[in-house]
C-alpha cells in the first residue's frame, strides 16, 4: 500500500511554467495572402458584373474588373543566345 503524501498543498498550486502557451498568440494564427485576398476580390467582383443583364455593360464591366483585380503580368525573361560567340 501507498502511504499519503505529506504535504497537503495541490500540485496545481505548486506548478511554476510558462503556462498556456497557445493561450497568449494571436487568434488568427493562419495569414491571408495577397494573392488569395486578391482572387477573392476578383471572383466577388465577376459574381456581381453576372447580374448585369446588357451584354455591352456586362463585357464593359468584367473587362475593367480584370483589369483592376487580375494578376500582375509576370516579367519577361532575358533572352539566351544559343549560338556561342567564337
Known sequence: MVAPPDDA???SL???GPGNVLAEQSPSLIKKTAAGSGAAKLAKALRACKRIKSKAKRA???KSV???YGA?????HATYNRRAKS
Do not use: D, L, W
Open 66 to 68: 480584370r483589369k483592376r
Open 72 to 76: 500582375a503580368k509576370r516579367a519577361k
Open 60 to 62: 464593359n464591366c468584367e
Open 9 to 11: 498543498t495541490p500540485g
Open 14 to 16: 505548486t506548478f511554476s
